[in-house]
């Protein structure tokens, strides 16, 4: 089974508009973390944004912010003000804890590819 | 400030023949890990490693092998390289920790003909 679905493989959005970047994931494990990632075309990866399974608020970094529903086992990405910079593929990644107590394995999800128009 | 650092970052290799991709951190970091990126896939785990000495593998580990003999140096090598390992290899490092994200290579493009 997918431990991490990324269902949109390709989302336009117009600049200054907000977008939304879908993720779900699936771990028996009370104890992960989950994060995002961006990739623009030259192929760099960059860590945008990290939520904890026992966080109570949401994550927020400048215009990004994880919109995070345990019970639903969903950590969605929103961009605000999206920027024509924002043009990239984005990954959803979950890391668990480990054999004893270490972490573990982090997971990719398949990607979304987000294009910003004018 | 060197970060992950990886060599080379361009390959072709022939059917076959054998190499090994180069990755370094300096961030005293005790986990590293190879992953390799396809089309369509994602960023899925070759094998990663808590520390010198340990070494596990992850999602896709046929036809690689590593070692860490060093915190510092995490080497992956293609034992016998076949076109399906034609691929883009990233190396990354962090702490241990669930809280922690990995820092990135720039990135090996191979390509096995």
């Known amino acids: 089974a997918q431990k991490i679905t990324q269902t949109q493989p390709g989302m336009f959005v117009q600049e200054k508009e907000a977008v939304t970047l879908d993720c779900t994931y699936d771990t028996s494990d009370q104890s992960y973390g989950l994060f995002w990632y961006k990739q623009p075309s030259s192929g760099e990866m960059i860590f945008l944004i990290y939520q904890g399974s026992y966080d109570e608020q949401n994550a927020t970094e400048g215009r990004y912010s994880l919109n995070f529903q345990k019970a639903r086992k969903s950590a969605n990405l929103v961009i605000s003000a999206s920027q024509l910079g924002d043009s990239a593929m984005y990954f959803c990644?979950?890391?668990?804890?480990?054999?004893?107590?270490?972490?573990?394995?982090?997971?990719f999800g398949t990607g979304t590819r987000l294009q910003v128009t004018l | 400030n060197a970060g992950v650092t990886q060599t080379p970052k361009f390959q072709v290799l022939k059917t076959g023949q054998s190499m090994t991709l180069q990755c370094a951190q300096d961030?005293?970091?005790?986990?590293m890990s190879w992953y390799r990126q396809d089309p369509g896939m994602g960023l899925r785990l070759i094998h990663y490693s808590v520390g010198a000495g340990i070494t596990d593998q992850g999602e896709v580990p046929n036809g690689y092998n590593v070692s860490r003999s060093t915190t510092e140096d995490f080497p992956l090598r293609l034992l016998s390289a076949a076109p399906s390992q034609t691929s883009v290899y990233f190396c990354a490092s962090s702490y241990v920790g669930i809280s922690y994200e990995q820092y990135f290579g720039p990135g090996t493009r191979l390509t096995v003909t």
């Open positions: 961030m005293n970091h005790e986990y």
């Open positions: 990644a979950m890391r668990e804890v480990g054999p004893a107590g270490t972490a573990s394995k982090l997971t």
